[in-house]
């Protein structure tokens, strides 16, 4: 593989902002001194991975960094995220150690489904940058290339540290080799939380108030945050997220018809984020059949906007979130819509068996749905649609998942009241707005 190709492989989809503070110089050094060029191989993470931990936000999203030694050496296990490993790998030992604290802090209840997943995604969409001190090693051996990226990584948080001197960030060091960054991010003002590593090699070795299980960082760090009016970050990678959607249509059916959409979501890293726009007039496509999170863009094909395909965009919009942001538990979708529920839910699917579907009305945001949902089912351990009365009157109930289901519908009904409201031809006309959101979420727009 040409140098040339493997970079570009490596910096593919690394957010901008992070540019300035990795060091093209040791970037460069350290993949020579790896020898990655002669045996992509035998190297793990794959090339493609090895700048994960930078692909879900900037330098300013940063809320905490948890600092890991180097990648684990098994084939399949490393993913370019500290201590994460991907959906249906068994777990290593060091991340059941960090599961059981999270236990006993009351962020995971194991032996429930939600301890047998390593994938570590959600708190790198929830702010948190988990690297390792080493990029890469070679396949079988612990520790092979720390020497090499040691230069690159102390340039990175020189810059770093220094740039968020005026915000404070969250270091979670764990180990002897993290631990040698304290004093660094101490010398700029940041928060430093240093425990023994969670390798059962180092745990097994401690008494029992100093084993990782004990370790008191996660709760520290929200703490920390909730005091500086910042929302918590959700450590239990699972917990529920609800979606209300909703569209809107003045002059629904008539040629001067402006159609809107709108998404609310709650839970975990979700939440407060809120996605809408306006329909566009025109039929849209997925950017890529193969992987459906790259998004939509609309065709040259016209269609007139209306009230269902302002419902059925909120759905999309709602998917696309979800599978970008990392929503790896129970996720519910709430609409007012019941066309659109039973269309995904039932109609379709019995459309499908037939070679029928094509006589669905708006079709093409009725498949562009069906293919993100099953990408979503794929990713989610359970995803439910759920019909709600529309615009609900009368006193608020009491019941909290009453309450729940119209404060949802309400504010999505408000969010595509406000598109409306916009004057024709406004610079935000067609374009998506995602607001509160996580930064992937956010990403949408672009």
Not at 62 to 72: K, N, R, S, T
């Amino acid at each position: 593989m040409k140098l040339v190709q493997l970079k570009a492989d490596i910096l593919s989809g690394v957010d901008p902002m992070w540019l300035p503070y990795l060091d093209r110089e040791e970037f460069t050094s350290a993949l020579a001194g790896v020898d990655v060029l002669d045996g992509v191989e035998n190297v793990t993470p794959p090339p493609s991975a090895i700048f994960e931990a930078f692909r879900y936000g900037g330098p300013d999203d940063v809320a905490a960094i948890i600092l890991g030694e180097d990648p684990y050496i098994q084939a399949g296990q490393a993913q370019g995220l500290c201590f994460s490993v991907p959906k249906g790998t068994p777990l290593p030992p060091s991340l059941k150690n960090v599961f059981g604290c999270l236990e006993r802090a009351g962020f995971l209840r194991l032996g429930v489904g939600s301890g047998s997943n390593g994938d570590l995604r959600p708190w790198a969409v929830d702010r948190v940058l988990l690297l390792n001190t080493a990029l890469t090693t070679r396949l079988g051996k612990s520790g092979a290339h720390l020497a090499e990226w040691k230069p690159f990584t102390r340039k990175f948080m020189r810059l770093f540290c220094a740039a968020r001197e005026g915000s404070p960030v969250s270091f979670l060091l764990w180990g002897g080799k993290a631990g040698a960054y304290a004093g660094l991010a101490r010398a700029h003002g940041h928060a430093v939380h240093e425990w023994s590593h969670p390798s059962p090699m180092a745990d097994n070795q401690l008494a029992a108030p100093y084993r990782f299980r004990e370790c008191p960082h996660f709760e520290a760090v929200n703490k920390a945050l909730l005091a500086s009016g910042s929302r918590a970050i959700a450590w239990d990678r699972h917990t529920p997220v609800v979606a209300f959607t909703d569209g809107g249509c003045s002059d629904n059916g008539n040629a001067k018809a402006r159609a809107s959409y709108a998404a609310v979501l709650v839970g975990g890293q979700f939440a407060g984020c809120v996605l809408r726009g306006e329909v566009c007039p025109y039929e849209y496509v997925l950017v890529d059949e193969e992987i459906p999170e790259k998004g939509v863009h609309v065709t040259d094909v016209s269609v007139r906007p209306s009230n269902n395909r302002g419902e059925l965009l909120g759905f999309v919009y709602a998917f696309l979130a979800l599978l970008r942001g990392r929503a790896l538990g129970r996720v519910e979708i709430v609409s007012d819509s019941d066309i659109c529920v039973k269309t995904l839910r039932e109609w379709l699917p019995n459309r499908l068996k037939k070679g029928t579907a094509s006589e669905l009305k708006n079709f093409d945001l009725v498949m562009i749905a069906w293919r993100l949902l099953g990408a979503l089912r794929e990713q989610a351990a359970d995803v439910v649609l759920t019909w709600t009365e529309s615009h609900a009157t009368g006193p608020m109930p009491k019941e909290p998942r009453a309450r729940l289901l119209r404060e949802g519908n309400s504010a999505a009904d408000a969010h595509c009241t406000t598109v409306l409201e916009r004057a024709s031809g406004a610079p935000t006309r067609y374009h998506l707005e995602a607001l509160n959101g996580p930064v992937v979420v956010r990403k949408l727009a672009d």
